[in-house]
């Protein structure tokens, strides 16, 4: 491949010819910390004031507070650093899901054993912008760790020896300011959907217990069991032995395939042929229904259907009756989750069992066809709002991931 004008190749891949590129170590002063004894706790923990960094305090981002926080006397008596502003840290254990997450101080603080703290020793480099390249090149990590050990974790000496490409403090200065710019961008879109989705919470509640009616309706609700406002489906799974019953093109929905409002994808597809051997179809505006998670945590899944498709022997289908609009029953029962989950039994089943007969017996207000349409209708344009927000997060990531991958190799120069 040719080299961009004005680039040379380096260890790194190409950059401008006015760039550099060093070891970490030769630009930084690398160390660890520890955990102080926990059989020490009066000592070392309670009523702490110096902040003690730990991997799960590790966002890829500034660090302003932290979990945990250890006394002087625990900074006096053991092997602990307080580490200053603007210190680089970088988690070396935990497997592939917690090696080279990290984090920049924002306050003086401590950090524990499973952390290397990198402390610049010149204005050669610039904190914001070895942050940013650390969490550009955290893929880094797992050469170094599946090369050079069965467990896959690092060591200090593999991050002194990370190859970094820089160019002067005031280039760094303006490429981590940009990405700052977009991270900024980022969580104002996180907050925001964070919100909306409180706000249709609060919306639920309100409206699903005709504690706020909308405008034009006052009409008394009435009290149903989910029998009588519906039919009820059990799923199944076509036998795996005939390959020729999963190549097919409808949809068969499992634990996965609920985590939207709306059942639009599958695990799997299967054919007609494995419908007409038995499998069982929900059609179009019914509710499939799960129960899912450990005896420690469960979760109800609830999605309406918006084309024919099969299920499992774990989702229940429940197919509402001429006066029941489906995404107003859809909506009730999500709104009732923590009603519907005092109704799991173990049964020898980690999962947990949501039987049909409880099910059937479990009671919701509706109110007229008419309303249910226009409560369903709100709730449909806050989750419009609140996909269109998420969707917007989605090309916002991607922008920033674009904007990494330009500015931190030289592709493109701000200054």
């Known amino acids: 491949m040719e080299l961009r004008k004005g680039c040379k190749q380096t260890e790194v891949g190409a950059i401008p010819e006015d760039w550099t590129v060093s070891l970490l170590g030769e630009l930084s002063h690398c160390s660890s910390g520890t955990t102080p004894s926990r059989s020490l706790y009066e000592r070392y923990f309670r009523n702490g004031v110096i902040p003690w960094v730990k991997t799960l305090d590790l966002t890829n981002a500034p660090i302003g507070q932290t979990s945990e926080c250890v006394t002087v006397t625990a900074l006096k008596e053991t092997s602990l650093c307080l580490y200053p502003i603007g210190t680089v840290i970088v988690a070396m254990y935990g497997g592939f899901h917690q090696i080279g997450r990290t984090g920049l101080l924002r306050i003086p603080a401590t950090v524990n054993q499973a952390l290397t703290a990198i402390r610049p020793i010149s204005n050669a480099l610039v904190p914001e912008y070895l942050l940013a390249t650390l969490n550009h090149r955290v893929t880094y990590w797992r050469g170094v760790a599946s090369s050079s050990r069965k467990d896959p974790n690092i060591t200090g000496n593999d991050i002194r020896r990370f190859p970094i490409a820089y160019p002067r403090p005031h280039e760094q200065r303006a490429i981590a300011g940009a990405l700052s710019d977009a991270d900024a961008w980022i969580e104002s879109l996180e907050q925001l959907i964070a919100k909306k989705r409180q706000l249709k919470q609060g919306a639920m509640q309100e409206l699903l217990t005709g504690q706020t009616r909308l405008p034009g309706f006052s009409g008394e609700w009435e009290r149903k069991r989910l029998g009588e406002l519906a039919s009820f489906l059990s799923g199944g799974t076509p036998t795996r032995a005939k390959?020729?019953?999963?190549?097919?093109?409808?949809?068969?929905?499992?634990?996965?395939?609920?985590?939207?409002?709306?059942?639009?994808?599958?695990?799997?597809?299967?054919?007609?042929?494995?419908?007409?051997?038995?499998?069982?179809?929900?059609?179009?505006?019914?509710?499939?229904?799960?129960?899912?998670?450990?005896?420690?945590?469960?979760?109800?899944?609830?999605?309406?259907?918006?084309?024919?498709?099969?299920?499992n022997q774990d989702v229940k289908a429940l197919v509402p009756i001429a006066d029941v609009v489906p995404r107003f029953l859809t909506n009730a029962?999500?709104?009732?989750?923590?009603?519907?989950?005092?109704?799991?039994?173990?049964?020898?089943?980690?999962?947990?069992?949501?039987?049909?007969?409880?099910?059937?017996?479990?009671?919701?207000?509706?109110?007229?066809?008419?309303?249910?349409?226009?409560?369903?209708?709100?709730?449909?344009?806050?989750?419009?709002?609140?996909?269109?927000?998420?969707?917007?997060?989605?090309?916002?990531?991607?922008?920033?991931?674009?904007?990494?991958?330009?500015?931190?190799?030289g592709r493109i120069r701000l200054v």
Request: charged share 25%; proline share 3%.
């Open 243 to 311: 390959e020729e019953y999963w190549r097919g093109k409808i949809p068969w929905v499992s634990a996965s395939s609920l985590r939207c409002f709306e059942v639009f994808r599958s695990d799997s597809n299967v054919t007609v042929e494995a419908v007409a051997d038995g499998s069982k179809m929900a059609p179009i505006g019914s509710t499939l229904l799960l129960v899912r998670g450990s005896a420690l945590h469960k979760e109800i899944l609830c999605g309406l259907v918006t084309q024919p498709v099969c299920f």
């Open 333 to 409: 029962l999500r709104g009732r989750e923590q009603d519907l989950l005092g109704l799991v039994t173990s049964a020898g089943n980690t999962a947990g069992v949501l039987e049909t007969k409880q099910l059937k017996a479990f009671e919701i207000y509706v109110p007229e066809p008419e309303e249910q349409v226009g409560i369903s209708t709100v709730l449909s344009d806050m989750d419009a709002e609140i996909t269109a927000l998420e969707s917007k997060l989605a090309k916002a990531r991607q922008i920033k991931q674009g904007m990494m991958q330009e500015l931190l190799t």
